[in-house]
């Protein structure tokens, strides 16, 4: 069990990439709090999950992440990982036709979360090491047009991330993040336009040397990995997992 006994929380764990976390890591001994905004898909997964629970949770509210935070110790005693997983999509489009507040939601979900889940996080994670995880993309290291401000926030995880690595390491925190490519997600039809047809999908596999788009497994075994002690001298990685689009 390579995470036996460690408390975790994944926070977008009601479906696509985070859902596969949140199971890996239970099946590996991982306590799990399964953050989402969703609450029907949230209880779902949580439901499926032996010694997980659910919590309700817009993580771009700082008092809503304080109280996942404090749930979590509540709920296990602590806190050993955090994978920031929760993010939203761009529609394909021109990038002056993005609308500015889908630019704002954009920015509040897939970057301000990360910094208020330190605010409040961090310091628990201090107390005893652990491990913080975030969900970046390929769209950082080789952005797809019609995605700009998408791929300017997955840029900034990149960024985030590396600077948190460093910044936290004197505290036994290590930070990495997942690039992941475009996946079997609820989120595919967003990147590619609004309609997901085989046509259109296929165009994004001929990209992909491995041939496939990447699956929630893929993802979640990455992070297992990451928050594993395997990986106890690995921090500021962005691990790309995306059958070598990136090449």
């Given at each position: ?49 032996k ?51 889908v ?7 897939n ?29 950082a ?30 505290d ?24 997901d ?5 296929q ?12 699956t ?32």
């Amino acid at each position: 069990m390579r995470l036996s006994g460690k408390s975790t929380i994944v926070t977008g764990a009601g479906s696509g990439f985070g859902e596969g976390i949140a199971h890996r890591f239970a099946e590996e001994g991982a306590r799990v709090m399964v953050a989402d905004i969703n609450e029907e898909n949230g209880k779902r997964v949580a439901g499926a999950i032996k010694n997980a629970v659910y919590c309700k949770v817009d993580v771009t509210n700082t008092l809503q992440v304080r109280a996942m935070v404090q749930t979590a110790v509540d709920e296990f005693g602590g806190l050993d990982v955090l994978v920031n997983n929760a993010g939203i999509a761009q529609r394909n489009m021109p990038m002056l036709d993005v609308p500015e507040e889908v630019f704002d939601r954009i920015y509040a979900v897939n970057v301000k979360s990360i910094y208020l889940s330190a605010i409040h996080a961090v310091p628990v994670l201090r107390k005893n090491g652990g491990v913080i995880i975030n969900t970046a993309s390929t769209a950082a290291v080789s952005p797809r047009p019609g995605l700009t401000w998408y791929n300017g926030s997955k840029g900034a995880v990149v960024t985030l991330t590396k600077s948190m690595a460093v910044e936290l390491a004197k505290d036994n925190i290590r930070v990495n993040a997942i690039n992941p490519v475009a996946g079997e997600t609820a989120l595919l039809a967003e990147f590619m336009g609004g309609e997901d047809t085989p046509e259109i999908r296929q165009k994004f596999i001929n990209t992909i040397p491995l041939g496939r788009l990447s699956t929630p497994t893929d993802i979640a075994n990455a992070a297992l990995f990451l928050a594993s002690d395997e990986a106890e001298f690995i921090t500021g990685v962005c691990l790309e997992v995306d059958g070598g689009r990136c090449v």
